[in-house]
């Protein structure tokens, strides 16, 4: 595996989406290297997406969304979920990937599909809110021989708030993977 430099998030954020699946997003906590293929991802476009964060402008909350790329922004939703966002494109742009589902790989033993299950699995919580992913213990790499896979395309989840946004495609997930949340 080859850790992704920060040139891989410096880049137009549907891309990076994309380029997101089929890597491998690593958590070291306490000693255990868990390890998960990303399967499922979906695309927020900045300020102007009426689903992103960020569209609700900088705040405490969104402040890592709106710092340099390849930073982890993390968040509690419902009160008992935490959800990881991969923040994209130059700084002060406010883009980020939220990565949905994972296929374990190793030391998960939990489900993966959904982003709050994947990052109970990945213990992944608040403590890693703005987390640079060229780090040491928290990372997303390639693999060394990337697999083929078909990319399906489909609007994003649980966004209906967001008026024609609701409906963009940019929930992406590599076809036939049974670790994908939704179809």
């Known amino acids: 595996m080859r850790k992704l430099p920060r040139a891989f998030y410096d880049r137009d954020t549907i891309v990076v989406a994309r380029d997101l699946l089929g890597k491998y997003l690593v958590h070291v906590s306490r000693g255990v290297a868990r390890v998960g293929r990303i399967v499922e991802v979906e695309a927020y476009l900045g300020p102007h997406d009426l689903a992103a964060h960020s569209a609700?402008?900088?705040?405490?909350?969104t402040q890592v969304m709106f710092g340099p790329p390849g930073r982890a922004y993390v968040y509690m939703i419902y009160g008992m979920y935490f959800c990881m966002n991969v923040v994209t494109e130059r700084e002060g742009h406010a883009s980020a990937v939220l990565l949905r589902a994972v296929e374990p790989v190793k030391n998960i033993e939990e489900r993966t599909q959904g982003p709050g299950l994947l990052c109970r699995a990945l213990r992944i919580d608040k403590r890693l809110n703005g987390y640079d992913l060229t780090g040491k213990n928290f990372y997303i790499a390639a693999p060394a021989k990337?697999?083929?896979?078909?990319?399906?395309?489909?609007?994003?989840?649980?966004?209906?708030?967001?008026?024609?946004?609701?409906?963009?495609?940019l929930r992406f997930y590599i076809k036939g993977n049974p670790f994908v949340s939704k179809r």
Request: proline fraction near 10%.
């Open 56 to 61: 609700r402008g900088l705040t405490q909350r």
């Open 146 to 169: 990337p697999e083929p896979m078909t990319i399906v395309k489909r609007p994003r989840v649980g966004v209906d708030y967001a008026g024609h946004w609701a409906r963009r495609q």
